[in-house]
């Protein structure tokens, strides 16, 4: 095999982002947000998130929707993030849909509303989504939206 090289990598992946490979593009956002092979870039990785995410990549839209959820590289906007939480959560994205359930059920960037936030952990729990069967579990135990 080969050597574990984060330069190279970063290189590789530039290259075919620059050829329109969305998931090079994703992977690139993630070594900026992380410092691997580059330094970190927080507002790079926006970029390079929302670039993936305009072509339709689930896993880019669900990144950027958690930079505006935490103000991760852009200023804070709840609205944007559940917004995109919701774009990625109807390509099917279970990561995504555990997120938005969270915003309903804490309401942030939507108003609290425990069934939507029950009806949206169970379609992540039904797709394998660990944390969303632990969250379920717990909407459960508590009897909250139930």
Known sequence: ??????ERAVELYQLAADKGHTSAT??????YKCGEGVSVNKERAVELYQLAADKGH?????????CYQYGDGVRVNMEKAVELYQLAADKGHAGATNNLAYCYYIGDGVRVNMEKAVE??????????AGATYNLARCYDDGEGV
């Open 1 to 6: 095999g080969v050597s574990v090289n984060k």
């Open 26 to 31: 994703f992977n690139l956002a993630l070594c």
């Open 58 to 66: 689930a896993a880019a839209t669900n990144s950027l929707a958690y």
């Open 120 to 129: 949206l952990y169970q379609l992540a729990a039904d797709k394998g989504h």
